[in-house]
């Protein structure tokens, strides 16, 4: 390898989830009515291998995505909570499900954007100092989708 002027490793990752959600958009839209996706999430993490010899561990983000898979993901914006239910009013929309089935994610909207943003920062809070970036895509369908890339600061900066 005397030749090799750097090394850059990287895992990549992916999994389906079926959710359902709905905007809130200032116009009329079918995306403001309570509808679902198979979503796709692609997850790429740089940097080194960690002591157990991994870049971020696969498991975390397989349990990561079980949390979504099924469920009505919402803003933290629209809900009040009421002994094991979530009360969800937005888009003239009064719903009422058990928290069980409800992601309230802290968000002002439920878009890919804001989705792909909601599992970056999970995937950062389990990702050790030896990460130096996570990139996060959210498909919606086979034509779109959103991504977004959290840089992270070196170690012992």
Known sequence: MKRVVSIKRRIYWTKEFDSSHFLELEYE????????????VEVEIEGEPNEHGMIF??????????????????????????EGYVLIEKNDKLLKLPRSEVVVIDKPNVTAEYIAEWISERILENAGENVREIRVRV??????????????KPQGS
Do not use: Q
């Open 139 to 152: 498909w919606e369908d086979p034509r779109s989708y959103a991504e977004i890339t959290l840089t992270l």
């Open 29 to 40: 839209s079918k995306c403001r009515r309570l509808h679902g996706h198979t979503y796709r």
């Open 57 to 82: 561990d696969f498991n975390h983000l397989s349990e990561l995505i079980k949390t979504l898979d099924h469920k009505v993901i919402v803003s933290e914006k629209w809900v009040r909570y009421e």
